[in-house]
């Protein structure tokens, strides 16, 4: 299977949602083998999968590549030998500029796209100029891809009830685009687990002496569990 984390806008929570859903309780227990893959020149993802290499952490059941390439060819042979190997791909897919190359290959290639998106005017603005029109020709280039795209909704504050997020976006979006019955809260531990390469899993150990901090990021955990399965029963 091969999800992707799509959007054309930045700083919508791609990268954390396709670290934490790779090594997510959820994830490893459904897959024997991990495959995250970062499509970004920019290399958040390889920065902080070196930080962990240096600090010697044991990346269990999930590998690491990085694609910057933006040749259709050297894309989809990367993508080919990867999922030889794996049996769950998650891609990080970039945004502007040398995105678009990108977005495209990723969308047509994902068996799911979900698409971080804040509720907010601009985010949605920037949605339909932007990434639908991408979308719409995928869907009729190949029919098939009608249903596999889905909105996440993000920085969503977390006493906020997520139905009413899912019940705004259902209302917003073009017929080819679902919202996933889950939301991304927002918490700060999702700006703080990473510094160093760690996982929330290891930062939780880091941290476990902090009752207040163990509270934060066993809430966090539980969210990307909760994103995770509500993905994979999309995908069936
Ligand atoms: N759920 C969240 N709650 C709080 N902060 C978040 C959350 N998700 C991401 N962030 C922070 O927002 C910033 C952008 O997230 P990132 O995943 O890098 O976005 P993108 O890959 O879409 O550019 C980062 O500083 C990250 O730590
Ligand atoms: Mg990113």
């Known amino acids: 299977m091969v999800i992707g984390f799509v959007q054309t806008k930045g700083g919508t929570g791609k990268s954390t949602l396709a670290v934490n859903t790779a090594f997510s309780r959820y994830m490893n227990q459904k897959f024997s083998s991990i495959a995250l893959v970062e499509l970004d020149s920019q290399g958040t993802l390889k920065n902080w999968w070196q930080d962990r290499e240096e600090m010697g952490y044991d990346p269990g059941n999930v590998s690491f590549h990085h694609i910057s390439s933006t040749q259709k060819e050297v894309f989809q042979q990367g993508i080919k030998s990867i999922s030889d190997y794996n049996d769950l791909i998650i891609m ?28 907010s005017t601009n985010d949605e603005s920037a949605f339909m100029n932007n990434l639908y029109p991408l979308i719409k020709q995928i869907v009729r280039a190949v029919p098939e891809k009608k249903g596999r795209f889905f909105v996440l909704p993000v920085f969503v504050h977390p006493l906020q009830n997520w139905q009413t997020c899912v019940n705004y976006f259902e209302e917003v979006l073009p017929s080819q685009v679902a919202c996933l019955p889950a939301v991304f809260p927002s918490r700060s531990v999702y700006e703080n687990y990473n510094r160093k390469g760690l996982t929330l899993k290891e930062y939780a150990t880091v941290v476990a002496s902090n009752k207040k901090l163990t509270a934060q990021v066993e809430k966090a955990i539980t969210d990307i569990d909760k994103i995770c399965k509500t993905i994979l029963d999309r995908g069936r």
């Open 92 to 119: 990080d897919i970039p945004g502007e500029g040398t995105g678009k190359l990108h977005t495209r290959f990723a969308c047509a290639y994902c068996d799911l796209v979900i698409i971080p998106m804040r509720m």
